[in-house]
């Protein structure tokens, strides 16, 4: 109760500075503490608007949470605030057309998340775009600029395509594969791949990119790869398709992860949740979440059995 009641007040400051927050150029969304702490943003703008969600503990400093287009409403659920005691929220609506998702906050500036489908999913940083298992029709992408890094995890066909690859890579982009993925490329897509076995790593575009192992029953040990990438002073890790195994558990330092769950091909929620809470991500987004059955893995259940109390924040968001 003493969490909503400061929350409340600063939900109540946020507004009464109204004037000073329009002189700025923003204006204050509405916010709404949910049940396990997290908190409900809505923020309405024309359809069709850029708009960006900024928080701030001080009303001084402010950092983007998320950048979104505008479907008349935009509603963002702020994963993070069950760990402030007191958060502010801004918006304001963008120019320009611009990447949406969410933002982490990086050496070099931010770093954008944007899901696709499934395993796949874009990030831009640094003016550069990072593409992670691209696959499916090259229409998921046509919205997207082009690929300078693709990260390929293993040769399973909802996460390798020559054609998508094909289709994303820009003039002088780099994919990064295990070798199982590279004997099966065309020709143009070898010259323009670096093969990572599991522990060596490389950089690319000014990033760093270690290769952890990925396997259980269902893929073989050594022929797939995870990866830590490191960036602008930050770790993410993408898991690829791996069971509850030791080496993910031992991952250290992880500010972002990308973690798998669907039954049988993967880990069950209660081994995802036994895996993140090993490893304490700062973050994490369960993603490559649809069953063999068509059905969806339980999200809700995997973000409350990770709970609050080891400070992990859930990010469930639309993959599917």
């Not at 960006?52 to 001080?58: A, G, K, V, W, Y």
């Not at 998340?113 to 550069?128: C, D, E, K, L, Q």
């Not at 029709?137 to 046509?142: D, H, I, K, Q």
Request: proline share 3%; aromatic share 10%; hydrophobic share 45%.
């Amino acid at each position: 109760m003493k969490r909503f009641v400061r929350f409340a007040t600063v939900a109540m400051s946020l507004a009464g500075l109204a004037w000073l927050l329009r002189a700025d150029g923003v204006t204050a969304p509405t916010v709404q503490r949910m049940a396990n702490g997290d908190v409900q943003i809505q923020y309405k703008a024309a359809s069709g608007t850029y708009c960006r969600i900024e928080t701030s503990t001080d009303l001084q400093s402010w950092a983007s949470l998320v950048t979104a287009q505008s479907t008349g409403t935009v509603n963002y659920t702020d994963a993070a605030a069950p760990y402030f005691p007191k958060r502010f929220y801004r918006a304001r609506e963008l120019a320009a057309a611009t990447l949406t998702g969410d933002h982490l906050a990086t050496s070099a500036g931010d770093l954008v998340i944007h899901p696709v489908n499934h395993a796949s999913f874009v990030m831009s940083w640094n003016g550069r775009m990072i593409y992670n298992d691209p696959v499916g029709a090259s229409s998921l992408y046509s919205g997207f600029a082009k690929a300078d890094l693709i990260l390929v995890s293993h040769s399973h066909s909802d996460h390798y395509s020559n054609t998508t690859l094909a289709a994303v890579l820009n003039a002088g982009g780099k994919i990064i594969a295990p070798q199982a993925v590279f004997n099966s490329m065309t020709a143009a897509l070898k010259a323009a791949t670096t093969v990572l076995v599991n522990g060596a790593g490389t950089t690319a575009i000014g990033l760093t990119v270690d290769a952890i192992p990925a396997y259980n029953a269902n893929h073989p040990l050594g022929t797939g790869n995870g990866y830590v990438v490191t960036l602008g002073g930050k770790r993410l890790y993408m898991s690829g398709d791996t069971g509850a195994i030791a080496e993910t558990r031992a991952l250290q330092n992880i500010d972002v992860a990308f973690l798998c769950m669907n039954v049988p091909f993967t880990m069950t929620v209660a081994d995802a949740v036994s895996v993140t809470r090993d490893f304490r991500p700062k973050a994490v987004y369960p993603y490559h979440y649809r069953n063999q059955d068509n059905s969806l893995a339980d999200l809700a259940g995997y973000k409350a059995q990770v709970g609050t109390d080891l400070g992990i924040e859930v990010r469930l968001r639309t993959w599917y």
